[in-house]
């Protein structure tokens, strides 16, 4: 069911497996998008061996006796579809162990992966095998599988003779949040728990949910999931959008994230995206961090949504940001430059001689507070600009400062 964009007509992985020449895959998506099951329907129409072993269980031990079998095979004229689950919790010399055999035909490898394959896979691996992203089921395809669960005799609960409303199946659809395996354990775990009414068993909504109590939102704290939610508050935050802000902020407190990590994620996007143009906005996420950590849960998240709220509304500017990256990079790609003569302090006689710090202009003591004409990089880099206010919030006034600085150097004959 589902997975449309692979295997209706005329889709790639479709093709292949009509064709009959397989070559090794990787599946990646979330948990009970039909992975497993995919992998045992190529098996059985290519009239392969299955063999599977998962990476939560398993070990070289494992590892080796599978190769061994699908050796076995090969030389008998069998071939062997070897599936891995999880294949990203195998180690790399683990995931090394594949790959003579991957190359030499001893049998076809898939993994089945929940995370990224490019940050959690070898590359020696990702290179021999063709990724294929599994999409999360549509509520079409979870509705599908429930009825065909709800009918079969032999392999569903069609001999319990259950009865779902409308409305009931729309609570299991909702909890399954697209994944298939989640919302057939809701319904077997629903079916035990419903009384027989004559011959049938007429499931409540009330039955379903004391089963669908807990949270069902997908969520990893260390996973895929937790790092496209947060880079998604990220862009809604830089974005100006308030109301996105806020539903990937709850969708991650409702599926179990740390508030502070998140709050100081939210520090950091007021120094990278709003900086300069609105000041206030690092010390109210601040303040917020430290409500957070006064409060806790749940009182002390509303000072983090106020934050989250706040930093999505105020104008943005990214220009400090991008001047710490520019002048990081010139000094890591630059020598040790020596700090000019009259920029040193002179603390005792001996450097007062060698002339430290002469010659430097105390600003305070020059009008308007400037030493028009003043030089402060070392004098082999020459003056630089690395900080472009933009024309947003405060930074409007600071550039405005700035240009006014500047035609006083000009004028004290010093060109920019």
């Keep these: 069911m589902g997975q449309?964009?692979?295997?209706?007509?005329?889709?790639?992985?479709?093709?292949?497996?009509e064709s009959g020449h397989l070559h090794s895959m990787l599946f990646w998506g979330p948990p009970g998008t039909g992975k497993t099951t995919l992998a045992r329907l190529i098996a059985s129409h290519s009239n392969a061996?299955?063999?599977?072993?998962?990476?939560?269980?398993?070990?070289?031990?494992?590892?080796?006796?599978?190769?061994?079998?699908a050796k076995q095979s090969h030389k008998l004229g069998q071939s062997t579809l070897l599936f891995v689950d999880e294949v990203h919790r195998f180690n790399k010399s683990q995931q090394d162990a594949f790959l003579p055999h991957v190359e030499d035909g001893t049998f076809i490898f898939i993994g089945a992966t929940t995370e990224n394959p490019s940050f959690e896979l070898n590359n020696a691996l990702l290179s021999r095998a063709r990724l294929y992203r599994l999409k999360p089921l549509t509520d079409e395809a979870i509705e599908d599988i429930i009825n065909q669960a709800l009918s079969s005799s032999e392999s569903g609960l069609g001999r319990e003779n259950l009865v779902l409303s409308a409305e009931g199946m729309g609570q299991i659809i909702s909890a399954a949040d697209g994944d298939a395996r989640r919302a057939l354990n809701i319904l077997e775990i629903v079916s035990e728990i419903t009384d027989q009414q004559g011959e049938q068993k007429v499931i409540s909504k009330e039955e379903i949910a004391t089963v669908i109590a807990e949270g069902s939102r997908r969520f990893d704290k260390g996973g895929d999931a937790f790092y496209e939610q947060i880079s998604a508050l990220h862009k809604s935050v830089r974005g100006s959008n308030p109301d996105a802000a806020l539903y990937w902020f709850a969708r991650m407190i409702d599926g179990g994230a740390d508030p502070l990590y998140v709050v100081r994620r939210v520090v950091r996007m007021a120094s990278e995206d709003i900086g300069n143009a609105d000041p206030r906005a690092l010390q109210i996420t601040l303040s917020a961090w430290d409500t957070y950590e006064r409060l806790g849960s749940p009182e002390g998240e509303l000072a983090i949504a106020q934050a989250i709220v706040y930093l999505a509304v105020a104008p943005k500017s990214n220009a400090v940001y991008?001047?710490?990256?520019?002048?990081?990079?010139?000094?890591?790609?630059?020598?040790?430059?020596?700090?000019?003569?009259?920029?040193?302090?002179?603390?005792?006689?001996?450097?007062?001689?060698?002339?430290?710090?002469?010659?430097?202009?105390?600003?305070?003591?020059?009008?308007?507070?400037?030493?028009?004409?003043?030089?402060?990089?070392p004098d082999e880099l020459g003056e630089q600009r690395y900080y472009h206010p933009v024309e947003r919030g405060m930074e409007i006034k600071i550039g405005e400062r700035l240009k006014y600085l500047r035609s006083l150097d000009w004028e004290a004959g010093k060109k920019i």
């Excluded at 063999?51 to 599978?66: F, H, M």
């Design 49 to 69: 061996n299955f063999l599977s072993i998962s990476a939560v269980l398993s070990g070289v031990r494992e590892i080796r006796a599978a190769i061994e079998q």
């Design 4 to 17: 449309e964009h692979l295997l209706g007509e005329g889709k790639p992985l479709r093709r292949v497996i």
């Design 322 to 377: 991008k001047a710490w990256n520019s002048v990081l990079a010139d000094v890591r790609a630059g020598g040790s430059a020596e700090v000019p003569v009259h920029l040193r302090n002179a603390p005792t006689k001996v450097m007062k001689e060698l002339g430290y710090g002469h010659d430097y202009r105390y600003a305070h003591d020059e009008p308007d507070g400037y030493a028009a004409g003043e030089t402060y990089f």
